[in-house]
């Protein structure tokens, strides 16, 4: 049991010793679990993937659509553009623990486990706002690019990575220490992004219709691989990438070796948030306009499932999470 004078932060972590939790994909998983962000029904589903079916509802005010899980602290972030407010939420029972209400536009979100700091893109600004994953309270701005969209923190917590939307490139800042690196001119209008294991950086870019490949350690493209229309996030599974090709309501699956393109995945409609599950065997996929999960296998490129969800799934940002144990979150 934990001591009566045991922080709230420190009987939380307790509390989720029994799910060891970890990034998706990392290693071989027990239970794989997605949080999905339902703008238009303002919640958020809770999804099994193993029995393939949605375990839990939360109430999300706002409409919200941004999420990051941070396993490390036992929470889960989400924004909801609406009215403007970050929530902090346990992953063990789901329940609601700190709000912050910030100005402008709050979009993307990304947490750095290490140093305990959130960041939250602000659309309308040009900037990213810090912020205590404890108390949610601010502590520090970066500028950025005109409309800043999704958010990479690196795996190793070396930098942080913004994609500016109208600016047609991606700013890096290092961490911890938050000072600017400069920024690389990407596709045209890049929203979403995600590290590959290799360490690169892959950009979205939906009005070119492509993926820019940075290495982000000499902040140098690489590699441009043309994709579906509209291409809004990406994942990696299977020893591959995925893009979802929000326009053509299809995921294009390309090489990580020399980038060619492997195939093309019909899913629901409208494609966004994208994400390794079950281990990194599958790849789960958030269809907005047709209220749906689909899970494809990884390999195969077979569809596994199509789990329903709340009102108009998003799931933009970090939404897959991987247990050690089959222990469910949310109870």
Known sequence: MPSPNASPAATRLLALALLAMTPASQFAHAGSFAFVTNQNS???????????????????????????????????????????TIRRFSISDCVLEATAALPGGPTGIAVDETSGRIFVSDWYNARIQVLGTEELELQAELQTGSAPAGLVVSRDAAWLASADRDAHQVSFFALPDLSPLGAITVGIRPFGMAQDPMGRLHVANVGSN?????????????????????????????????????????????????????????????????????????IAVANWFSNTLSLIDATSLEMLAEIETGDGPRAFGRFVLETQTETSPCQ
């Open 42 to 84: 303002s919640d958020l589903s809770v999804i099994d993937l193993e029995k393939q079916r949605e375990i839990r509802r939360i109430d999300v005010p706002g409409k919200p659509a941004g999420i990051a899980l941070a396993p490390a602290h036992g929470a889960f972030f989400t924004v909801s553009p609406d009215d403007k």
């Open 210 to 282: 492509d993926i820019t490949v940075i290495d982000p350690r000499s902040r140098t493209v690489v590699a441009t691989v043309p994709v579906g229309e509209r291409p809004y996030g990406i994942g990696f599974a299977g020893g591959r990438a995925f893009s979802t090709d929000q326009y053509a309501d299809t995921v294009t699956a390309y090489d990580l070796t020399n980038f060619s393109r492997i195939d093309v995945v019909d899913v629901g409609e409208y494609p966004e948030g994208i994400e390794a599950a079950l281990g990194g065997s599958a």
